[in-house]
């Protein structure tokens, strides 16, 4: 008799914290996958080349559908007889919104770029750092309660310059004209909601 009372009290209480934790909202996003970069910093007009890279991304809880953002993301190749391995590491907002299965979001960083020092035309040395922002977005499908599949794209501005010479006069660098400053990126793979 006590075995029943037990169970007809422990079976509603049970069901009650097991749908508590289904309507739990997941809280922190780790995100991490495949990046690509449209353009090569010193990929001018004619000499396009696309960099390969990662990327891995760090959101805290929202407010109101918004949330803080950490982003790093690299990438490496080779263009004009250089080679490039880029990084940045950018921080902002991200506002997201759930429309039926499909999890939307729109991004808006801003950071650093850090590249190695010979990245310029046939090695010539370049800035090694820039200003760095984003503002783009994408949409997260769910594979399961904790993992999503994303798929983003954003346009990414960064303003590294390489020294062609100096003015003899006054010593002041002369800039290599029609370096790239505007990005295409796309960027998916794999987010585990925490």
Known sequence: MSFRLVMYIAIPLLAASLHAQSDQRPRYELYGGYSFLSNSLNGVSGSH???NGYEA???IPPW???RFKMSVFQ???TNLGAPEQPYFVLAGGQYGRVFGREALFLDAMGGIGIVNA???ANKAIGDTASFTSILGGGV???LSARFAFRI???LLYSYFKVAQSRNPGTGVPVYVPSLPNYFGRISTGLVWRF
């Open 64 to 66: 109101h559908d918004l």
């Open 140 to 142: 997260d499908t769910p």
């Open 75 to 77: 990438y490496r190749g």
């Open 57 to 59: 991304a760090f959101a």
């Open 49 to 51: 080349q696309p960099l």
């Open 152 to 154: 983003q794209g954003d």
């Open 118 to 120: 010979q990245w310029g």
